[in-house]
């Protein structure tokens, strides 16, 4: 079953708009860790995110008349900007659908880039269904994040430049999920042309759909989804992306906000850039696999999947970095109400 995807992301012209990102290592991660440690830097794509590889690569498989008619697509984050993008790259017009209480600063950069935006709802839910009536009122295409074989081969490409830049053997590839389609198209790559090489796919723990499909052999949808890294806070995985991942796949593990937030300051400390949570969420992943497989002297490679993150939230991450490198620890302790508890709680603190 790769094989047919395998012919996609060979045959993705997407290269006059998508740019082919720098593989670098991160010299003083390898030394901590002891494994040469690879950072693929999808944070320099035009949009900060690979989405664009996936968006762009759909968009050029539409009939003359779609391209006519226009596309459209319910996303807050990173989709929105690279079909946006990739739609005036093309002369098309794209409509993107967002939930009211969508940040300024993403509805300016999707608007910036020519797009009309429709602001509906206060979910994505809402959002989205507004989006699919006006698939069918208005003609309109619509362009799925992940669930689609033309996006999964667009993200796939990053698969294909891995393998070219470092012909070398790889122990082991770590991948953000959050609906699937960089996985799949990653995975389907690297199991049909180097398949000892691992394929590892990394999830936040509170929003780890793939896992729990995995676990209940079926998809599953998350009764609640944490937002931190609201690049991968995805409730179901995707139905094709799920169907090539459980296949392709070496392993699913998960990580906290504290280790995506401990990434993000080992991105900063490599490369002098700052990912945004989802993008550090794959390094999280490799540096869990370290520590719990004690391994040493591999070739581990992440993927920095985007770079689009509010300038106000680097506040909150810094000080959970802390935490998540266990350098600091916050306890809380409950006294009763009277007199002298206190007083007996320092003693029992001693010298501590
Ligand atoms: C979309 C996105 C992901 C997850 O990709 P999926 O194809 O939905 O699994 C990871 N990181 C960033 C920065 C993203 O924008």
Do not use: W
């Amino acid at each position: 079953m790769p094989e047919s995807y395998i012919k996609r992301i060979l045959n993705a012209r997407i290269y006059d708009l998508a740019v082919e990102t720098p593989l670098e290592e991160a010299p003083v991660l390898s030394e901590r860790l002891k494994n040469t440690i690879i950072l693929k830097r999808e944070d320099l794509q035009p949009v900060f995110s690979f989405k664009i590889r996936g968006a762009y690569n759909r968009l050029l498989h539409l009939s003359p008349e779609q391209m006519n008619d226009g596309v459209i697509a319910a996303s807050a984050g990173n989709h929105a900007q690279g079909l946006a993008l990739a739609a005036k790259h093309l002369g098309i017009k794209a409509t993107i659908v967002m939930p009211k209480t969508t940040p300024a600063i993403k509805v300016d950069a999707v608007r910036a880039r020519d797009a009309k935006v429709v602001l509906v709802g206060d979910t994505y839910d809402e959002a989205s269904a507004h989006a699919k009536t006006l698939v069918e009122s208005k003609g309109l295409t619509y362009i799925h994040p992940y669930d689609d074989p033309e996006v999964i081969a667009g993200q796939g490409t990053v698969a294909m430049e891995i393998l070219r830049q470092h012909p070398g053997h790889i122990d082991a590839i770590f991948v953000p999920v959050g609906g699937g389609g960089l996985c799949a198209g990653i995975a389907a790559y690297i199991k049909y042309v180097r398949p000892e090489t691992k394929v590892i796919a990394v999830e936040p723990e509170d929003a780890a759909c793939l896992k729990a499909a995995l676990e209940k052999k079926r998809r599953v949808t998350l009764p609640q989804v944490g937002i931190f890294a609201d690049g991968v806070a995805v409730a179901q995985i995707g139905k094709e992306t799920y169907r090539v991942i459980k296949d392709t796949i070496d392993d699913a593990i998960t990580v906290s906000t504290d280790e995506m937030c401990a990434a993000i300051k080992d991105i900063f400390e490599s490369t002098r850039s700052i990912a945004e949570p989802a993008g550090a969420c794959a390094l999280a992943g490799l540096k869990k696999y370290v520590e719990e497989t004690a391994c040493e002297g591999q070739t581990l490679i992440a993927i920095d999947s985007g770079a689009n993150t509010n300038f106000d939230r680097l506040r909150y991450i810094s000080e959970r970095t802390e935490l998540g490198e266990k350098r600091e620890a916050i306890l809380a302790v409950t006294l009763p109400e009277k007199p002298g508890a206190y007083k007996t709680f320092c003693r029992d603190l001693g010298k501590r």
